[in-house]
Structure formats: structure tokens, C-alpha cells
């Protein structure tokens, strides 16, 4: 149970919401609400580095003049003063609504919410944590001799919080438990450059968590990069692990955003939809409810129920994500995807990448057995600067191996670059096993003529 | 208590500090913070968004015998003050009603009130109206100047903070920062050619900065830039000479190098630069400061975020390294004084070292001479972002590119990531010009996104990887 201290009351907090609305004027609101509980741990070669904590909370309002214009306005404070400043402010906010596009309460803010099995866990607290996290270390540490420090560590464990309501009545909340563990080591030999690896588990609890897994996952990574070698200049085959290939989605999820779409900075246009964007032989979910995804929420920002979406079915544009406003732009439902704003805002929760099995790619590639020579990329860095989500292109550092006659060697810094349409309507072949990582779901990914750049 | 964090705070804080003294902390630091923050967007030639928001808390830390504890809190009472405390020295296994023989707590000093003469800059900043209309008007200049754009944006952003920090070496300041950020970008597409150029400018400590911004030069700037990159070819990969502007360029230097002087890398161990002071590390060229006033500049503080006023670090001189960039932590565990370099987000992060105003300082060449020293080779007129890894590996993205061919600026190029590593790089800036400028940015790391600047006159790179097509 979240602690008396730091908990929401929904229907305390509608109420306040509504006394002091019905003073100002304001006949129509809505109100999203959130609060959590967290602790997490770092140390450093077996010695805790830091411990913390926090509670925090925070509401969104957004409240609808009189003209029907909105006006939003967020804040950490929910004593009745800072509902007061914070209803306030969206009142005064509201005067520079667009009235071009005006966001309405979701037509399904209401409708039933779909079931989530994601059982509260018990918090385990800071100090079983600190034990955890300081004999993983001790063991990633013990695995290998060139593995001296792992510089980047943490255990955390989180209870969380959220609601939505509106002056409509509709009133959704949920609590969830949530713990993450990540080791990135960094080893070192004599007369070589320092290579690093690591990897991340999450899960309900801190106590389900695969340490195990995820000091092995590191010390396998982190060993794998040691025997480096740089790579030559030129166009590769390349395979892109499923955390790699997520990654690269994710950058470009801007091309199934409605939002995005309508604002004209979205590669997909609004007729987009029914047209061929990748191979025949791909599809891709939006999954929010899917049983790997340990962050699923059962509704969106606006209350809108989660459901699975299909965005490619058959290398064909299928749907868009959407929000209530970019709904009622397309004529369709919401979709659940949305936030809370003057401007709504939309986003992926959780992608599946699988095969069309009525289609098939015509090549069995394994990244496991193939002699090569292909480029296999583990982990793309720098997204946030190397991706131009606008005009499709990509050029983005990576950490990965040249595998030629079967020998498997690490790639020295290296960039890949290329386009993300001509990436998806270029995939050779995916991998038939599918694998669940913290990004989402997805095969390898194997697309050849990619240009890699090196040191070489 | 007040709303607004005054010499009324004293007795609670001091209990607070008292508490964790007695308890047996080596010391104990209360951050409190109140913000006001504005956000404005306008597409096209309509604001279409208006976010204000309003945040209030505190960040508790002890240190216990080099470790520390934190816990960071949106209720500001005295009771859930006093609760956070208990949590954090718990954390290290002290009870605050168990007494130890703690460090004496002698009591708090007498305030430094650096927020005493900004008392009025929130006022003085623009209303949403006159916000409202100078993106307006920066947008209805890019309609004006620019060609085949698809979007036009403008936004702006008004951060306003009022901190107090106190702690048990009786160190007892506050301050009112304000950061006012004002950016316009804008997607050009014609057919299948498209170029997307953002340009942001921002201060501190100006609350008429957006009054005094010249909007149509600042609209004309990028529409010549998406002009000039809509057609542009992708740039062939490989390694050369590259040659990077003043300004953003300073992104260089700051992922390459800067990162790697805070005391927080060699806490983990991650920084080839520990051992090197009075080394030489990088070409004699090379002199670079990380400063805490640089009037008016993003990145300037009049205090850091552990209370202690900001000095001017020579972090490298002709080559040398001279010092790291330190805060509290970084000193207690390292060794390395305190730089006034302890910076956070907000509340909710405990306070690491991080650069302030970062740049390398101005050479005696022409930049025209830069150029015309390189057969072949990549100019980099502005740069995105970037990032540096755990083993030093930085890169960065360069949003305007030219060849350079027999010492002259020939085609424009993009899709550009340079990458390297810094123990490598920095022996390879070669030449620096006689035009140092700043440029306004956010770096992400460790205790948070801060305000920061980076800088640097032109430069030349002797050799480099561009990754590309």
C-alpha cells in the first residue's frame, strides 16, 4: 500500500477540485495525478556510492473557459493552495487556447478499462537493496580479470500512483510496484582502449529480478568487446539485435504519430494510411497491455482504456497512434496513447516487431550460425543527436561485431547511417525467435547495404 | 512558514541540521527550492501551447564517512522535512534521537542573500502577451524569409528558481535564478529533400532578454541555413581535417573533453585524465575554462547548488592540465577542491560536479586561415548535440556542413557524426582563431538536465572519424 503521507485520494481531490472550480466559474476540467515512492542504490567496488529517496507528487489541470478555449497548468504542490494557484493559472493560461484545435474529454474516459495482471509487490527497502546490489557487483567484478570497475550501477524500486478525472465524472486511478537493476562494467587491458558492456533487468518487485541473468548478460557483453579491431569504411549486411532494432524504431516513432502527422514534421502523411512502408513480411504492434511490458498502464493520460494497435500488418501502414484530438481529426477512437495537455501530446507504450506469417522473407539468416561477413549491432547510442526523425536519416554510433568466417570480433568506434524507410523496405529477414527486452519485443533484424564508418 | 524561502527558515532548518548532526552524520545539507516555470510554443503563425507550472521541495543529503544518503521531498513541512531526514540517515544506519559524538553543529552562519537585488525579476519578465507576440513574430519572419517551409516554429521558455541551501558547516545561502530560452526551427521539404535547422538563444539573469531579442536576424540565420541544407548531399565518410565554427562548436570540447574533468568520472573510474595533472593532454593550443560568471551567459550562477560562489577554472593551459571540476562530494572522495561546480536539476537530484560555461579560449589565427590550411576536409558551421560514453568514445552530430576542398568552402553537406575519443582528439586541435563566442545549451547527466554554455573560436581538428553514407 502506498504510505499515508504520500498518497492521492481521488475522490478527496475531485472534490476540492470541484468546490474551488464552482468559485472560480469553471464548469469544465479535467485533472491527471500522480505520486511515488521510490528508493534506489549505487556503489562503487563494494562500498555504497549513494543511496536515495524521494516522494514526489504532481497534478496537471486543465480547465475550459468560457469561449471553450483550454488552459493547463501543472504543479508538485496539491495542499489547497496549490490546487488553488494551480487552477488559477490554468484559467489565466487558457486565454491563449488554440481555438483551431481545442481538446475535448476522451469518448472513452469512461469505458471499461481493460484487466492488467501486475500484482503490487512488497518493497524489500534500501538496505536489502544495498546487499543485492554490492554482491552483484562483487560477483560481475570476480568474473573476469580486465572487468576493474562498473562504473554506471543501480537497484531501485518504486510504488507509484495514478489518476484521472474530470468535471464528466469519469475517474480512473491505478497503483503500480516497479523495480529496475542495470550493471554497465568497464574492463581494461594493458596497452588497449577500455571497452565497457552491461545490461538491465526490470520487474515488479525487487525481489523477482534476474540479478543473475543481468551479471552474466554484462560480464558476456563487457568480455565480447575486448578483442577489438576497427572496422573498415564501406556498405555491410547488417543485423540489428532486437534492442538495437527497437531502439531505432523508437527514434522514428514519429512516423505512426498522429500528432506528429497533423503538425507536418512526421514522415508519414495523412494519407499515409493503406500504403506500403516496409517488406511484406513485417508487422508491428503497439502493446501496451503486453504481458512483458512491467511499466503498462491501464489508461492514457486523457483516461482513454490501452489496447494493442496495429501499425504495420503485411509491410502495410495500418493505423496511427492517437489522442482524442487527433482522433476526432482522423474520425477514429483514441487509441490510448495520449498525455495530458493544451496540446496533447502522443506516444508509443510498447512495440512488438514480429513476422507476417503469411509471408516469407525467402532467406534463413542466423545471426548465430552465419559465417558472415555482416555487421551484427548490439546497442545504438547517441539518438537523442544522430537521428534526423523529420527527414528520415540516421548516422549513430554503435557497439557491435564484424563476424567473417564465423570469427566474431568487436568493432572499434564505428558509426552506422542510412534511412529509416529504405531500412524498413530493405529488411532481409527476421529472425524467427522473438525476444522480450526493457524496449519491447522484437527478432533480430537482418537489412543489408548499410553504411558503416570506422577508424580504419 | 513562508512561501518564500527567507531568514524565517533559520530555526527550522537549524533543527533539521542540528537532528542530523547529533544523530552522527559527518554532514548534513538541506536544498529548498521553489519554481516558476513558463512554456510557450507557436506553429505557424498561432500559439499553440501554453504550459505554466509551479514546483516546490527539498533535497536532503548526509555524508557519512565518504558515502552519502539522499532523499528528496515535494512537502515542505516541518514534520515532512523531519521525516525525509530520518530516511536518509537511516540510510547510512544513524537514528536522529540517537546521540553520537557527531561533528559539532555550531549553528548556521549569517545568510548570504545573492537573491536580494532580483527580488523583482519575475515581475520584470515579459507577460504571456508579449511573449506571445515576439513569437509571433519570429515566426511571421521565417514566412517572410524562408522558402518550401513546411513548419515554422517558435517557443520560448521562462525558468525562474528561488533555492535556499543550508548545511551543518554552517553554510546558509539563497538565490533567485532566472533562465529565459527563446528558439525558432523550421522543416523544409521540397519533393524528396527536406532539412530540419533549430537554432536556440538563451540567458541568465536578463528579465528583458526576450524584449531585446532581434527576431528577424535571428529568423533569417536559420532560413538560410534549411535554405542551404535542403539540397545538400550526404557527406562521404572517413577520416579528415575538420575545421569547426565558433559558438555550439564548443559541443566539442565539452563531450570530448569537459565530462571527463568532473571529479564524478574519477570517482567511477572513467576518466583517463585523472592521474595527468600537469600533464600535458591536449595540443599546446589548447587553453579551455570552465567559468561560473560569464555575464548574462546560460550557464552562469552567482552560487552553485551547494551554496558556494562559482570561481573561474583554467581547466587546461596551453596543453596542461590544470584542475578538475569539483563539488562537495567530488572533493570529500577525490580530493579536488571545490570549483562552486555543484549543480542539479532541481530537488529532486543531490548536487554533482558539472561545467557551468564551458569554452576554449581564443587562438591568434584567422579563422579564414583555419580553412585555408586544409586540402580536404569537413567545416562544421553548427553542430547538434552529442553525447560520451563510459570509455571516453564521445560523438556528436553536425547540423550544417561544408567540404572543404584546396583550402576553400565548396558544397554544403549533411547526416555528419563525428566520433573519437578524447585522449586521442584533444592532442589533435591544432589551431585555434581569434573569435570566441558562447552558445546557450542543456546537458544532461548524472545530477540532471542544467543549464550550461559551451564556446570555442574556430577551430581545426587535424584528423577525425566522419561517420556518414
Known amino acids: ?456 | 512558514m513562508t512561501n518564500a524561502f527567507s531568514n524565517q527558515w533559520r530555526g527550522l532548518l537549524e533543527s533539521l541540521l542540528h537532528r542530523g548532526s547529533t544523530a552522527g552524520a559527518d554532514l548534513v545539507e538541506v536544498f529548498l527550492e521553489g519554481t516558476d516555470h513558463i512554456g510557450l510554443l507557436a506553429e505557424q503563425d498561432r500559439i499553440t501551447s501554453v504550459t505554466p507550472s509551479f514546483a516546490r521541495g527539498a533535497g536532503l543529503r548526509v555524508f557519512r564517512d565518504g558515502r552519502d544518503g539522499f532523499v528528496s521531498t515535494n512537502d515542505l513541512s516541518e514534520a515532512g522535512l523531519q521525516r525525509a531526514l530520518d530516511q536518509a540517515l537511516a540510510m547510512l544506519g544513524l537514528e536522529a534521537q540517537q546521540l553520537t559524538s557527531a561533528a559539532a553543529f555550531e549553528g548556521l552562519k549569517q545568510l548570504t542573500d545573492h537573491g536580494l537585488t532580483k527580488a523583482d525579476w519575475l515581475g520584470r519578465c515579459p507577460s504571456l502577451d508579449q511573449a506571445s507576440q515576439c513569437l509571433l513574430q519570429g515566426t511571421a519572419h521565417l514566412d517572410r524569409l524562408g522558402q518550401h517551409l513546411q513548419v515554422r516554429r517558435g517557443s520560448y521558455a521562462r525558468d525562474w528558481q528561488e533555492v535556499m541551501v543550508a548545511a551543518s558547516d554552517g553554510t546558509f545561502a539563497r538565490d533567485i535564478r532566472l533562465h529565459q530560452s527563446t528558439g525558432l526551427s523550421v522543416l523544409a521539404a521540397d519533393g524528396d529533400h527536406r532539412s530540419s535547422i533549430g537554432r536556440r538563444y538563451g540567458s541568465s539573469d536578463r528579465p528583458d532578454d526576450l524584449r531585446d531579442w532581434d527576431s528577424e536576424a535571428s529568423a533569417a540565420e536559420v532560413c538560410t541555413s534549411a535554405g542551404t541544407m535542403l539540397r545538400a548531399d550526404y557527406v562521404d565518410a572517413g577520416q579528415m581535417p575538420a575545421v569547426l565554427a565558433n559558438r555550439f562548436g564548443g559541443v566539442i570540447f565539452h563531450e570530448a573533453c569537459g565530462h571527463l574533468l568532473e571529479t564524478t568520472q574519477i570517482e567511477r573510474g572513467t576518466t583517463p585524465f585523472a592521474d595527468r595533472v600537469g600533464e600535458l593532454i591536449a595540443h599546446p593550443a589548447v587553453t579551455a575554462i570552465d567559468e561560473g560568471l560569464s555575464g548574462g551567459s546560460f550557464g552562469s550562477l552567482s552560487m552553485d547548488d551547494e551554496g558556494m560562489e562559482p570561481e573561474r577554472t583554467v581547466l587546461i593551459k596551453d596543453g596542461v592540465l590544470q584542475r578538475f571540476i569539483s563539488d562537495r562530494a567530488g572533493e570529500l572522495r577525490t580530493g579536488h577542491k571545490r570549483t562552486g561546480s555543484g549543480r542539479r536539476q532541481s530537488h529532486a537530484f543531490a548536487a554533482a560536479s558539472r561545467m557551468r560555461n564551458t569554452f576554449i579560449d581564443a587562438g591568434s589565427h584567422t579563422p579564414e586561415q583555419l580553412i585555408e590550411s586544409v586540402d580536404q576536409g569537413l567545416y562544421c558551421k553548427a553542430m547538434g548535440g552529442g553525447s560520451v560514453g563510459p570509455t571516453g568514445q564521445f560523438n556528436f552530430s553536425v547540423e550544417e556542413g561544408y567540404l572543404i576542398e584546396n583550402g576553400k568552402l565548396t558544397k554544403p553537406v549533411k547526416g555528419a557524426t563525428l566520433i573519437g575519443d578524447a585522449k586521442e582528439v584533444m592532442p589533435r586541435i591544432s589551431m585555434c582563431a581569434n573569435d570566441l563566442e558562447l552558445a546557450a545549451g542543456f546537458c544532461g547527466s548524472v545530477s540532471g538536465s542544467v543549464f550550461v554554455t559551451v564556446g570555442q573560436p574556430h577551430i581545426k581538428v587535424d584528423s577525425i572519424t566522419v561517420g556518414g553514407r
Not at chain 1, 506528429?260 to 503497439?286: A, E, K
Open chain 1, 1 to 456: 500500500m502506498m504510505s499515508n503521507n504520500n498518497s492521492l485520494n481521488a475522490s478527496d481531490l475531485r472534490d476540492r477540485l470541484q468546490a474551488l472550480a464552482s468559485r472560480e466559474g469553471i464548469r469544465r476540467w479535467d485533472l491527471g495525478a500522480a505520486c511515488s515512492d521510490d528508493c534506489s542504490v549505487q556503489v562503487d567496488r563494494g562500498e555504497a556510492k549513494q543511496l536515495k529517496a524521494s516522494q514526489r507528487s504532481s497534478i496537471t489541470v486543465r480547465v475550459w473557459n468560457n469561449d471553450g478555449l483550454v488552459g493547463i497548468t501543472s504543479t508538485t504542490d496539491l495542499s489547497d493552495g496549490g490546487l488553488e494557484q494551480a487552477l488559477v493559472g490554468a484559467h489565466t493560461a487558457s486565454r491563449f487556447g488554440n481555438p483551431e484545435e481545442i481538446p475535448q474529454f476522451s469518448p472513452l474516459a469512461t469505458a471499461p478499462l481493460p484487466e492488467l495482471d501486475r500484482p503490487l509487490q512488497p518493497r524489500q527497502g534500501i538496505l536489502p537493496l544495498l546487499d543485492t546490489l554490492r554482491d552483484a557487483e562483487a560477483d560481475l567484478l570476480g568474473r573476469h580479470p580486465a572487468i576493474q570497475t562498473v562504473p554506471y550501477n543501480g537497484l531501485s524500486e518504486s510504488l507509484s500512483q495514478s489518476l484521472y478525472l474530470n468535471s464528466d465524472g469519469a475517474l480512473r486511478q491505478m497503483e503500480r510496484t516497479q523495480a529496475s537493476l542495470y550493471l554497465y562494467a568497464r574492463a581494461e587491458e594493458a596497452g588497449r582502449k577500455p571497452r565497457s558492456g552491461g545490461a538491465v533487468r526490470l520487474g515488479l518487485g525487487s525481489s523477482e529480478l534476474d540479478v543473475q541473468g543481468c551479471i552474466s548478460e554484462a560480464v558476456d557483453r563487457t568480455v565480447s568487446h575486448l578483442d577489438y579491431r576497427p572496422i573498415e569504411t564501406g556498405s555491410y549486411r547488417v543485423c540489428f539485435t532486437p534492442e538495437a532494432f527497437l531502439s531505432l524504431l523508437g527514434a522514428f516513432s514519429s512516423m505512426f504519430n498522429a500528432r506528429s502527422v497533423l503538425d507536418g514534421v512526421s514522415l508519414s502523411q495523412r494519407d499515409s494510411i493503406g500504403s506500403d512502408v516496409s517488406v511484406p513480411f513485417l508487422n508491428l504492434h503497439d502493446d501496451g497491455l503486453h504481458p512483458g511490458h512491467i511499466s503498462a498502464a491501464a489508461f492514457d493520460g486523457e483516461g482513454t482504456p490501452t489496447r494493442r494497435l496495429s501499425l504495420i500488418e503485411g509491410g502495410t501502414l495500418q493505423n496511427f497512434l492517437h489522442s482524442e484530438a487527433t482522433a476526432r481529426a482522423f474520425s477514429v477512437e483514441p487509441t490510448g496513447h495520449a498525455g495530458l495537455g493544451a496540446k496533447v501530446s502522443v506516444g508509443p507504450d510498447w512495440f512488438v516487431v514480429g513476422s507476417n506469417p503469411q509471408v516469407s522473407s525467402g532467406n534463413s539468416l542466423n545471426h548465430r550460425t552465419e559465417s558472415g561477413p555482416f555487421v551484427l549491432i548490439e546497442d545504438l547510442s547517441a539518438l537523442h543527436a544522430g537521428v534526423k526523425a523529420t527527414q528520415g536519416s540516421f548516422s549513430l554510433p554503435f557497439d557491435g561485431w564484424l563476424v567473417n568466417n564465423g570469427e566474431r570480433v568487436s568493432v572499434e568506434a564505428a558509426t552506422v547511417a542510412g534511412d529509416i524507410r529504405s531500412v524498413l523496405s530493405g529488411i532481409a529477414h527476421l529472425e524467427a525467435e522473438s525476444e522480450v527486452t526493457h524496449r519491447g519485443v522484437s527478432p533480430h533484424v537482418w537489412v543489408d547495404e548499410l553504411s558503416i564508418t570506422g577508424e580504419a
